[in-house]
């Protein structure tokens, strides 16, 4: 593990590091200087030449690289990269409770949960580092970008692990709501349990026959007055698309899913379809005061597409 980074959060983002390699005795030296080997290590991904120059390569000691300086083994280096523009995703963060160390909020459609691929600065993670003064915010659980509703999150380092392992261990109670056609021959409630599998490169996640149970989810007619019908969902388990995928097998596929039953070609700066389905209450037994919680969302199905600018409120 690298040191402690010598370079402030940028965006609610941390900075990445680099680590020169130790000298190979058995081989002659490939780097006279620093910068030759930042050269080499990062060229393919950032402006090298311009980062040195911009004083944007930092050592341990917060110090700037300067290209002349010798080549030194084992020096972790630290940067910030430039961030692509991202489409400014409309909707509240609603806030619903904050503690010592607790965050806990309403997240709306299309808002990644996590940095990752085009969903950077837009993501539940770094807007709230930074709205919040929160550093070392970070999820619990994760919500897929497209479903809206209940995400915990702990507000430091030192209160993730407790929580987390609540979660990996199933004794958090999770409540979702979805909008789907209504199929008055299917006989509700109904247990789902089957194999699902997702696979590197593929949108959708796959059922595997005959492969033992890993996903597990209740299925219950909340409302119906003709069509479409509101369900009332309830995972035991937490796999990828596991809600979708189980409405799905069940015949009745979750309104404005962009992934099943077919795969929509939908432009990454197009909101006006939320996927019907809200993560609508957590509950679990506080692990380090032992208090019951319970969390429900602010938001109701069917959820319509939230227009204006992006923001962040507190919920009475």
């Known amino acids: 593990m690298p040191p402690r980074s010598p370079l402030p959060q940028r965006h609610g983002l941390d900075a990445a590091w680099v680590c ?97 691929g085009r969903h950077v600065v837009q993501s539940v993670v770094v807007r709230l580092r930074a709205e919040l003064g929160l550093p070392e915010l970070s999820p619990l659980h994760r919500l897929d970008r497209v479903t809206s509703g209940v995400l915990v999150l702990a507000t430091e380092r030192r209160w993730r692990g407790a929580y987390q392992s609540m979660f990996q261990r199933g004794e958090v109670a999770k409540t979702y709501r979805a909008l789907a056609p209504a199929r008055p021959e299917l006989e509700l409630p109904v247990t789902v349990r089957n194999h699902l599998s997702t696979r590197r490169g593929q949108w959708q996640a796959e059922v595997v026959p005959d492969a033992p149970v890993n996903a597990e989810s209740l299925i219950e007619l909340e409302t119906s007055l003709g069509s479409p019908a509101v369900y009332r969902l309830t995972p035991s388990t937490g796999r990828t698309h596991q809600l ?51 969390f429900d969302s602010v938001r109701t199905l069917p959820l319509l597409p939230e227009t204006g600018a992006s923001e962040t409120a507190a919920s009475e």
Request: hydrophobic share 40%; glycine share 6%; charged share 25%.
């Open 20 to 116: 020169t390699p130790e000298r190979d005795p058995s081989r002659p030296q490939p780097w006279s200087t620093m910068g030759a080997w930042l050269a080499e290590r990062l060229a393919e991904f950032v402006d090298v030449t311009g980062f040195l120059v911009g004083e944007r390569f930092a050592y341990e000691t917060g110090t700037f690289v300067v290209s002349s300086d010798p080549y030194r083994p084992h020096t972790f280096v630290w940067f910030h990269r430039d961030l692509a523009a991202e489409a400014v995703v409309p909707g509240t963060i609603h806030v619903i409770h904050r503690d010592e160390r607790l965050v806990v909020i309403d997240k709306p459609a299309f808002l990644s949960t996590i940095p990752r």
């Open 244 to 294: 979708r995928m189980h409405m799905l097998g069940l015949g009745i596929p979750i309104i404005d899913d962009p992934l099943y039953p077919v795969v929509r070609d939908v432009a990454i700066d197009d909101f006006c379809r939320p996927l019907q389905l809200l993560a609508s209450a957590v509950s679990f037994t506080d692990p380090i005061d032992g208090h019951p919680r319970h």
